[in-house]
């Protein structure tokens, strides 16, 4: 399947500072990307949805400028997250569809970013 | 309660079979998925079934729904330590599956010799 790479996969970072994540589609274009935040034993939650070139859709309860996507080519979102503080560290894992593609089923995951906040 | 729901743990020794459930709310899902996940690593797309089946078999993958009460099952044959990870069960509805899936929590599945 398609390949989708995540940088770093692990960061910490001291309370205050803001953080970088990019999701890269290496083998195809991704018109939609996904990112997505996972706590210890509990699910995916879905943060956002980032559509290349327009402003990145966020679900309810997530902060837009306290997550900041942006999703400037078909190959590469960015999602970084600002004044960091403890309660942020978890697992950020994006996820991307091809572009023309609709279906679930053809959406790839990065491997996740471990962010662990001090 | 929540929308995808799964047991948290199973343990099975090696070569058994393995047999993980999960329930879900939503009657109009039209997709179901069986993700994979490798410590630290992101999901891999297992298998997949359409509502409209009741069943699905690929390799020593067999995933059966029972749509009437809202259960799907992935059932592992001849199970190995490298099958060892969490598997999140997910529905999506909407045309072709095409909307966002919904993950249950995961069930970590531990493999023992």
């Known amino acids: 399947g398609a390949v989708v790479s995540q940088h770093p996969s692990r960061v910490i970072c001291k309370s205050g500072t803001s953080v970088k994540i990019e999701c890269r589609s290496l083998d195809f274009q991704a018109t939609t990307m996904f990112w997505y935040r996972q706590f210890p034993k509990q699910s995916l939650m879905l943060m956002a949805t980032?559509?290349?070139?327009?402003?990145?859709?966020?679900e309810q309860g997530v902060e837009k400028d306290k997550f900041l996507i942006n999703h400037a080519s078909l190959t590469l979102s960015t999602l970084t997250v600002t004044s960091a503080h403890p309660e942020d560290s978890s697992f950020y894992i994006c996820?991307?569809?091809?572009?023309?593609?609709?279906?679930?089923?053809?959406?790839?995951f990065g491997q996740g970013t471990r962010l662990t906040v001090v | 309660g929540e929308d995808v729901e799964q047991s948290l743990f199973l343990s099975v020794r090696e070569g058994d079979s393995s047999v993980i459930n999960c329930t879900y709310t939503d009657s109009s899902s039209t997709y179901l998925y069986w993700y994979k996940q490798e410590p630290g690593a992101g999901l891999q797309l297992l298998t997949y079934i359409f509502s409209n089946m009741d069943m699905k078999q690929d390799q020593r993958l067999t995933v059966l729904l029972n749509k009437k009460d809202k259960h799907l099952s992935l059932r592992i044959a001849d199970t190995q330590t490298g099958d060892s990870a969490i598997y999140f069960c997910?529905?999506?509805?909407?045309?072709?599956?095409?909307?966002?899936?919904?993950f249950g929590r995961g069930t970590s599945l531990i493999v023992h010799p």
């Open positions: 980032s559509n290349e070139g327009s402003k990145a859709t966020y």
């Open positions: 996820s991307a569809r091809q572009q023309g593609r609709m279906l679930n089923t053809e959406a790839f």
């Open positions: 997910a529905e999506s509805t909407g045309e072709g599956g095409s909307y966002i899936p919904t």
